[in-house]
């Protein structure tokens, strides 16, 4: 069979659809064995490559972080009613 006859409409069909899930299979496989081999030879160079927990991680630390300092400017602003410029400023 021809790549073509894996796609579209036909695949649906029982008599396509074994086939076409072996051959997903077997690409997911080889992409899977490609990925992990240039894992293994960029490592030892100085890449550092990020997982979705490392990712997810980082990204609550920064968003830790970010809340922590607007509550501290929260804090800050709500005892300082001046104006940081030394302009007057209207209440209202």
Excluded at 20 to 34: G, K, L, P
Excluded at 43 to 65: D, F, H, I, K, V
Excluded at 81 to 89: L, Y
Aim: charged residues 20%; glycine residues 8%.
């Amino acid at each position: 069979m021809v790549r073509s006859q894996f796609s579209g409409p036909e695949c649906t069909q029982q008599a396509y659809l074994d086939d076409a899930q072996a051959v997903a299979r077997e690409i997911m496989r080889r992409a899977r064995h490609n990925v992990e081999a240039l894992i293994v030879k960029l490592e030892p160079l100085g890449y550092e490559l990020l997982t979705a927990n490392r990712n997810a991680a980082t990204s609550l630390q920064g968003l830790s972080q970010a809340m922590g300092m607007m509550k501290a400017m929260g804090q800050f602003t709500a005892g300082n009613h001046s104006n940081p410029h030394g302009r007057a400023t209207k209440r209202g």
